[in-house]
C-alpha cells in the first residue's frame, strides 16, 4: 500500500511539472511543430541528454526494482513497424497536441477537451490489441515461425 501511495505522489508531482514548465501546453506544442520556438526541443534534447545518462548508468550498476526485482534493459532491433508507428505518433503528437503521458496532467489541469484524445488513444490500444493476431507478423520485423527449408 505504501509504494502505491509513493507512486501515485511522485505521479501528482510529475504531473504539476509537467504543466508548470508549459510541456502540456497546446500552444507549446503547435510552436514547436510550426518551429516557431525552440523551447519544446530543448526541453526534449534535455531529457534525452537524462535518459542516456540514465540507461548507462542502469546497464553498468544494475539496481534493483522497489520490490527488489533487477531492472534490465534489453536492446530492440529497429524495424519498419517501429518507423511507421513513429510517424504515426508523431503526426497524432501534432494534431491533438498531447501525446500518451501528458493526456493526464492536462484533464487534470482542467483541459477537458483532451478527454476526446483520451477516448481516442484508448480506442487505438485495444484496436491494435484485437488485430495483433490477425496482422502479418513479418511486415513488422519479426522473423518467421516456420522453419525456411533449403533444397
Not at 26 to 32: L, S, T
Not at 49 to 73: K, Y
Not at 119 to 130: E, S
Amino acid at each position: 500500500m505504501r509504494n502505491r501511495l509513493l507512486t501515485l505522489l511522485v505521479g501528482i508531482y510529475f504531473g504539476l511539472v509537467l504543466v508548470k514548465s508549459q510541456v502540456v501546453s497546446w500552444y507549446q506544442i503547435r510552436e514547436m511543430f510550426l518551429f516557431n520556438d525552440p523551447y519544446m526541443y530543448l526541453v526534449i534534447t534535455s531529457a534525452i541528454a537524462v535518459g542516456v545518462v540514465s540507461v548507462f548508468l542502469i546497464r553498468r550498476w544494475r539496481p534493483r526494482t522497489i520490490e527488489g526485482e533487477v531492472i534490465e534493459i534489453k536492446q530492440k532491433p529497429l524495424h519498419r513497424g517501429m518507423v511507421i508507428g513513429g510517424i504515426l505518433f508523431g503526426m497524432g503528437w501534432a494534431i491533438t497536441g498531447t501525446c500518451p503521458g501528458p493526456i493526464y496532467a492536462q484533464i487534470g489541469s482542467g483541459s477537458l477537451v483532451t478527454f476526446v484524445t483520451f477516448l481516442g488513444a484508448l480506442t487505438g490500444i485495444y484496436l491494435y490489441a484485437y488485430l495483433y493476431p490477425r496482422l502479418p507478423h513479418t511486415w513488422f520485423g519479426r522473423l518467421r515461425t516456420s522453419p525456411v527449408s533449403s533444397s
